[in-house]
């Protein structure tokens, strides 16, 4: 059997990680495409170096782009490598770019198209996102869902029969890593000298956040306003928009970084006192590994982490502030997104349903 699975974001490679293991385990034929969405080194190629995961068989270079343009080029060179590669299926990722246009091509050449991340949904249409998933969930003939909630949201929209329940690939990386890590030094604190339980960690990126000068200095300054020191890792499109904007990053308590390498990034959360983010990713990875999280973002999609305590949703202001300083809550043994071998559970339904 032959799987090609198309990424291009920071957060796909993660996902594509446990994947890759999988199909080596299984002895499944795997084929990695890369569109390019993400090129910086830092969300590309360290990911790939630092979850041993093997280099993409094809790259097509898109780099960055409008949504249109960027979809529409991605288009245009996948179908090409779909022709010649002819998987038995194409495996897809999430809620990118890279995620609808490897759908639309799928669909169009007649391949079977199984959509990994199935399901979530924050309700909010004004998120490209929200519209990508939704899309790739109706084109999809696999719908393979990290929890019960997603599922019964493909249920609602008549596509039950085509759902699986998988649990969550991410919980797999992040356990796995979590172990990797658990006896190597914390990065910020050999470069910063911060200690553990005393710094929190932040990163801000959505349009719906970065795009509004006002609204992004709003954040940012309560971000420097916290009582310990906030590092936020600057993702590039949150540095565009600062040096857009005549934004300062640095003030404060706030100190500005690079994004880091996922196993520090892990290291780093799991001794922060607690996290601050408008990452869907990051929410996840932040309660698995039992960190407080405030989300700036009036939904998510990972509702269980709001639900058992450790997420709080917040608009810039003293509400942000208050929850971000707040005392991690009651300890929980929830599991709601599976038990770390979800993406042995995404190979086998996808060779019992070719």
Request: glycine content about 6%; overall charge negative; some cysteine.
């Amino acid at each position: 059997m032959r799987i090609l699975s198309v990424v291009g974001a920071r957060p796909q490679f993660v996902k594509l990680a446990p994947i890759a293991h999988a199909c080596a385990a299984a002895g499944v034929d795997h084929v990695i495409v890369h569109t390019g969405q993400h090129y910086d080194p830092m969300l590309s190629d360290v990911f790939f170096a630092d979850l041993a995961i093997p280099a993409p068989d094809h790259h097509l270079n898109v780099g960055s782009l409008g949504h249109g343009a960027q979809t529409g080029r991605m288009m245009e060179r996948l179908e090409p490598v779909l022709v010649e590669e002819n998987p038995d299926w194409v495996l897809v990722y999430g809620d990118t770019n890279s995620t609808l246009a490897a759908a639309v091509d799928a669909v169009k050449l007649h391949l079977p198209l199984a959509h990994l991340e199935a399901g979530l949904r924050s309700f909010n249409r004004r998120m490209p996102e929200e519209h990508n998933r939704v899309a790739t969930d109706h084109l999809a003939d696999l719908l393979l869902a990290p929890t019960d909630v997603a599922a019964a949201h493909l249920a609602d929209e008549g596509l039950g029969e085509r759902t699986v329940v998988v649990g969550d690939v991410m919980t797999d990386v992040v356990m796995t890593t979590k172990a990797a890590v658990a006896d190597k030094p914390n990065p910020l604190e050999a470069e910063l000298g911060l200690k553990a339980g005393q710094y929190r960690l932040a990163t801000i990126h959505r349009p719906d956040n970065t795009d509004d000068p006002a609204r992004l200095d709003a954040i940012l300054d309560d971000l420097s306003c916290l009582d310990l020191p906030t590092v936020i890792l600057a993702h590039p499109r949150l540095i565009a928009a600062c040096e857009r904007a005549g934004i300062s990053l640095d003030r404060g308590t706030l100190i500005s970084h690079r994004p880091l390498a996922y196993p520090d990034l892990v290291a780093a959360a799991v001794a922060s006192a607690g996290v601050v983010t408008d990452s869907g990713g990051l929410q996840k990875e932040a309660f698995l590994l039992r960190v407080p999280t405030t989300t700036v973002r009036p939904e998510t999609e990972w509702v269980e982490t709001v639900s058992l305590g450790w997420n709080v949703l917040v608009e810039p202001g003293d509400a942000l502030r208050a929850a971000a300083q707040r005392p991690a809550p009651e300890p929980t043994s929830a599991s709601p997104y599976g038990d770390g071998h979800a993406a042995e559970a995404v190979v086998e339904a996808l060779l019992t349903r070719r």
